[in-house]
């Protein structure tokens, strides 16, 4: 809501009535003012909201009269919710015996459907035991986030931060002993299967290493076993885009955003949505109205998705260091499946703009900084930012030529030695070719050693076999290209891969690339040295391969609107096969 309005007034009179509606305990409401609603206290993820918009404010904003005017009501929130954990055995009289939790979410143990009670029968009121488990790491995940808030506001405003830092190792601790504490570090088994206990372990940093890993994945298939769709709800909904573009998963956020079934976005909007509903089907075409009792038209929550559109689709979002835009991020990840993006903000700095869009394998991004700012550029595909200080700039990059992420995926060579001469590129031409073994080479992977030696004699490469000429000339040709002022220097390099099998997996099946696409990607490996594709052609609903008996597999019908009509005939699944042996890729097609 920040980005699309100066929300400074609002949420200080919005502050004062959380204020004015805390318990004797410093509890905030989960509503307030309080009216029909409000009486429930210590709502995780609503109460919380006390301390959360102040720090947001400041964020956006750059001023901390906010923090200031709340810090003792805040102080004594968030001591209350370390004191009880968020532990629902300890704040049952304050939320009487229930929580919002992921409202609405399309998961397990959520309490309006009554998923949450025994038998699905949420006027029981029967929790079920696993339901408190989830509240519970719900509320520690959000005691983590408050005390993580607190101390970054407490910096803000030289204030001391220990309290908090400790505080935050503290809930971080309880978290991991209670809910990550199996061998493998993953989640308690019975959070698995979710999307939200995955999104939040993921934003608040309680899984490292393979565990990581596993649960990004997990996340990620969850999504795509439903339909490509998300499941969450209004917590869970509020850090799932962010999650996973930070995490290197950003075309599954925009597979989210541009879904069209139910849940989505777009699915209400088909409906016939102009605002923000409380449910994604709050109104259908072919039913009608929701549920009367709670059925809102116009209700935030999923309405964050506009932060991560902003962040992260125009690339405009604030220097964490340097609240109120000041100093600007701008980083925009594009998806030619949007098209284009055009997109302005009048943050507290001036007016920021941003706008890209994709013409062939050319994309091109006009941006504005304004007067007093600064702003750190990265590309797309790039990790290093350039300084642009206020005025409007264009650039444009071919996505064919080093647009690439996987430009962060060039391998070092094992061993380097650099000479201490300079030789003409021109020696490039006179290139001798050795058999030999690569000495210190793995076995498993000693068909694909090279050496080459660059001399003021010429260029040498010794390999075994003619996997290690080609990866040798691959290296030849990209230190020529890094050639300053057409001087090469003199030097040996020894490489062998780390990997046997180094793939990489287009997913055709659900996104169909054409041919040329398909070779230029083929190509990139080469150059890469990846040597394994892993063609994923078929999905449950249609193949992408061109079946004589059974031709409806790739009908119009089979894909729906995910390029309906688009296949590989038998030819060209033949011809990209020999295009990649041709350049050292294996091809190995998925067929289900």
């Known amino acids: 809501g920040s980005f699309l309005a100066d929300t400074r007034r609002f949420f200080r009179k919005w502050m004062r009535d959380m204020r004015d509606s805390v318990n004797e305990h410093g509890s905030f409401p989960g509503v307030a003012p309080t009216a029909q609603f409000g009486d429930d206290m210590m709502r995780l993820g609503w109460a919380d909201a006390g301390v959360i918009v102040p720090w947001t404010v400041w964020r956006q904003v750059g001023e901390t009269s906010i923090i200031d005017d709340n810090w003792e009501a805040m102080v004594k929130f968030v ?13 049952v009289s304050e939320c009487l015996d229930s929580q919002w939790a992921d409202w609405l979410s399309y ?12 038998n699905n029968d949420r006027k029981s009121g029967k929790v079920r035991p696993e339901t408190y488990d989830y509240w519970d790491y719900l509320g520690g995940c959000y005691w983590l986030y408050d005390a993580q808030l607190m101390r970054d506001m407490a910096l803000a405003t030289g204030r001391d931060a220990t309290k908090y830092e400790k505080m935050a190792a503290e809930a971080e601790s309880y978290l991991k002993g209670r809910f990550f504490a199996s061998p493998d570090g993953l989640i308690l088994p019975v959070l698995r299967k979710m999307q939200t206990p995955a999104v939040f372990a993921l934003k608040f940093g309680l899984v490292a290493g393979e565990a990581r890993a596993r649960t990004l994945e997990g ?29 290197g998963a950003a075309d599954v956020a925009y597979t989210l955003l541009l879904q069209h079934r139910n849940p989505s976005w777009l699915y209400s909007v088909d409906q016939g949505a102009t605002t923000v509903w409380e449910r994604w089907n709050s109104y259908t075409i072919d039913r009608g109205f929701g549920p009367v009792a709670m059925n809102s038209f116009n209700h935030y929550a999923y309405g964050a998705v506009l932060a991560w559109i902003f962040r992260n689709a125009a690339g405009i979002a604030c220097d ?7 100093r600007i991020v701008m980083r925009p990840i594009p998806d030619r499946r949007l098209g284009h993006v055009s997109a302005t903000y009048d943050s507290a700095a001036g007016r920021i703009a941003s706008a890209w869009k994709y013409e062939g394998d050319r994309w091109t991004w006009t941006f504005t900084v304004p007067e007093g700012a600064v702003a750190g550029v990265t590309l797309p595909g790039e990790r290093d930012a350039k300084q642009y200080g206020p005025g409007t700039y264009e650039v444009s990059k071919d996505l064919r030529d080093g647009g690439s992420p996987y430009r962060e995926l060039v391998p070092l060579p094992q061993k380097i030695r650099i000479g ?22 793995p076995k498993n992977v000693s068909d694909e050693a090279y050496a080459l030696t660059v001399g ?26 890094l050639a300053d002022g057409g001087r090469l220097a003199t030097g040996r390099i020894v490489d062998w891969p780390r990997l046997k099998w180094r793939g990489y997996m287009p997913d055709t099946a659900r996104n169909y690339l054409d041919l040329k696409s398909m070779k230029a990607m083929i ?23 061109e079946s004589k008996h059974y031709p409806e597999l790739r009908s119009e019908k089979a894909f729906l609107n995910r390029h309906p009509g688009k296949y590989y005939t038998q030819d060209e699944f033949r011809e990209i096969v020999a295009y990649a042996r041709e350049r050292g890729v294996t091809v190995m097609p998925e067929i289900d």
């Open 523 to 545: 190509d990139m490996m080469a150059a890469y040295k990846l040597n394994l594709l892993h063609w994923h052609l078929t999905e449950h609903y249609g193949w992408r391969l």
């Open 219 to 247: 996340l990620v298939k969850n999504i795509a076993d439903h339909g490509d769709c998300l499941q969450t709800g209004f917590l869970g909904t509020s850090f799932l885009m962010d999650v996973l573009s930070g995490n």
């Open 456 to 481: 003021e004699g010429g260029v040498t490469i010794e390999a075994s076999t003619d996997k290690g000429v080609r990866y040798a000339k691959t290296t030849l040709s990209q230190l020529a290209k």
């Open 107 to 118: 998961e397990d143990y959520e309490t309006w459907s009554g998923r949450g009670f025994l």
């Open 320 to 326: 964490p260091a340097t609240p109120g835009f000041r």
């Open 420 to 441: 201490q001469t300079c030789v003409d590129v021109g020696i490039l031409d006179s290139v001798t070719v050795r058999t030999a073994e690569i000495a210190d080479a």
């Open 79 to 91: 001591d209350h919710v370390a004191e009880t954990k968020y532990r629902h055995e300890a704040i």
